[in-house]
């Protein structure tokens, strides 16, 4: 397969992947929870399959308290302790301590920016390595392949769907962040 959007249309994708396709990748997301759960989960991919974490989706969202940035942020010993005994969730001390501590540096960005989507307006437009290295100073654990990933699931990278994909047409009519603007 040489795409996502061929890939969810094969006969060896589980279900979840066309739900994924279909509904969320690529399509702009402003909400500051909805982008910290694409960052975190694209964070506990790595090394993974996209599989994985989206079969465990809906209990990362209860682990994490349906990703309320607050309330991530103000998670303590015994929260890290909690998420790292939780089979329903990938089980990376690294992992978990990334989504904590980014949710405090999107706390702290509001001071500047009012929001996580604020910050990543007002940087917009960038190269694949301009966001790269932005999001490495700001934030952990975010290598090129997850940023690359988090950016282009959240509409300010291309390539989320081909251009001949069904799918394609309904996130341009929403006009996402690379689409506005092109470099």
Known sequence: MSSYCEYVRSPRAHPIHRWYHDHEHGFPVHDDNALFERLVLEINQAGLSWDTVLR????FRRAYDG????TVAAYG???RARLLADPGIIRNR???N???ENARRIVALRADYGSFAGWLEAHHPRSRDEWVKLFKQTFVFT???IVNEFLMSTGYLPGAHDEG???YARVAALRPA???TKR
């Open 56 to 59: 465990k989706l809906a209990h």
């Open 94 to 96: 690294l992992k978990v």
């Open 178 to 180: 690379w689409m506005r």
């Open 98 to 100: 990334a989504a904590i």
């Open 67 to 70: 990703f309320d940035v607050d």
């Open 77 to 79: 010993e015994a929260d």
């Open 143 to 145: 290598g090129g392949e």
């Open 165 to 167: 994909c069904p799918i």
